[in-house]
């Protein structure tokens, strides 16, 4: 069974730490991606708190895409490579 789960306190401090900055600045620069459009329209409209608990979603998410596109070669929708 598979089953995806969240970034826990469990694992490597600065790889959580880096997922999570890699996170904003994915927001920041691939704003026309399907991730950022669901962060957005999730998290973005709610307060400081929310929107922390949300970018933590997004790392997972994002780390999850990330992965595919180094195992795969399968970029993440939406998104632009330079």
């Not at 900055?21 to 998290?43: D, G, I, V, Y």
């Not at 970018?55 to 399968?74: F, P, Q, T």
Request: charged residues 25%; positive net charge.
């Amino acid at each position: 069974m598979h089953s995806d789960q969240p970034i826990s306190k469990v694992g490597n401090r600065r790889a959580r730490t880096m997922a999570i900055e890699c996170a904003w600045m994915w927001t920041l620069h691939q704003p026309s991606s399907a991730l950022t459009r669901w962060w957005q329209k999730r998290f973005a409209g709610g307060g400081r708190r929310v929107r922390r608990i949300g970018i933590v979603a997004l790392a997972r998410k994002l780390m999850v895409a990330l992965w595919r596109y180094l195992k795969e070669d399968l970029i993440p929708e939406g998104a632009v490579l330079a």
